[in-house]
């Protein structure tokens, strides 16, 4: 979870950079090395800064809800400090849209308190959603991630796939229709749930390689292994989204909003609330999660 800590002014040179870096790029590779560089900016020149200049003007973090992040970080400076904290982390999954206006990366993350510790304190996992901007580069739209154990060995980091072939011919969707109908969807999944079962729902919406994730657990990867996160059949687990994009091809989206949890046997009492986040992909004529993230937020847990 990449949080956050200084503030820059080097953003439009950054942006042309890797705006003519993405011309001679494919969609993919250029997004995966926009985030490569947003890592090791952050470690060259601190956290905050290195946020500054990756974050769309739109872009959302959560502090603890959904905020305009760049407005965010203009209106909460960060106090002088004489620590340099590094964080660091990598992709290991990537995907754009067909359009090659959209994509996500996800992987694991680590933090130190001081550049000069020798070990981080804190592990854990990153799911991003990046957008092509109006002059080629990229920018992240929205940034959430969970914390976790520290991994036994080291995950292998993203690779182009062997075959680079790309079908980017897709016809162009109705961006709004695509938006309404993926709204729909995310709430449809939250009314099956409430009637029936969390398990229910995740299993006509899950993907088969989804990946879920979930405070002080490693991803969840697939759809068996995503069933495992979820509560017990005596909760009722409800969503209401908050907002939804979709790529200009239509086959690529994120929901976000906020979740509760409650029993059956008190449902006006809350168990557990929090933001969640949801990556959707649309495989044959249907939207499925491929990436499920929670995050509670701690002063709402309990009423």
């Known amino acids: 979870m990449k949080k956050l800590i200084c503030a820059t002014l080097l953003l439009p040179f950054v942006s042309l950079a890797f705006s003519q870096q993405a011309k001679e790029k494919s969609a993919l590779q250029s997004m995966v090395d926009t985030e490569l560089a947003f890592a090791r900016m952050a470690g060259e020149q601190g956290i905050r800064p290195s946020f500054m200049a990756f974050i769309a003007d739109d872009g959302i973090l959560f502090r603890p809800r959904a905020v305009k992040g760049k407005q965010w970080m203009i209106d909460h400076p960060l106090p002088p400090s004489d620590k340099h904290s590094l964080l660091s982390w ?11 206006d959209m994509g996500y990366t996800t992987g694991p993350w680590e933090y130190k308190a001081d550049i000069h510790d020798a ?9 991003t959603v990046w957008k092509k901007q109006a002059d080629g580069s990229w920018k992240f739209a929205i940034d959430l991630g ?23 011919k897709a016809a162009h969707a109705s961006v709004e229709a695509e938006q309404a109908l993926l709204r729909a969807k995310d709430s449809e999944f939250s009314k099956l749930s ?3 079962d969390a398990q ?3 299993n006509s919406f899950a993907a088969p390689d989804i990946r879920v994730f979930r405070d002080d657990k490693f991803p969840f ?44 046997d008190a449902p006006s009492k809350t168990v557990e609330s929090g933001n969640y986040y949801r990556i959707w992909k649309r495989q044959g004529n249907k939207w499925l999660v491929v990436a499920d993230l929670t995050n509670p937020v701690a002063d709402a847990k309990k009423n």
């Open 119 to 127: 070990k981080p304190v804190a592990f854990g996992n990153f799911l």
């Open 146 to 168: 969970i914390s976790g154990p520290q991994p036994n060995a080291p995950i292998a980091a993203w690779q182009p796939p062997k075959n680079s072939k790309r079908d980017t």
């Open 221 to 264: 990867i697939g759809k068996a292994a995503g069933l495992a996160a979820l509560p017990a059949n005596s909760s009722v687990w409800t969503w209401e989204p908050g907002f939804v994009d979709v790529s200009h091809s239509g086959d690529l989206g994120y929901t976000y909003g906020t979740y509760r949890i409650a029993g059956k």
């Open 200 to 202: 229910t729902a995740f």
């Open 90 to 100: 990598y992709p290991t999954a990537a995907e754009v849209a067909r359009a090659e």
């Open 194 to 196: 409430a009637v029936r």
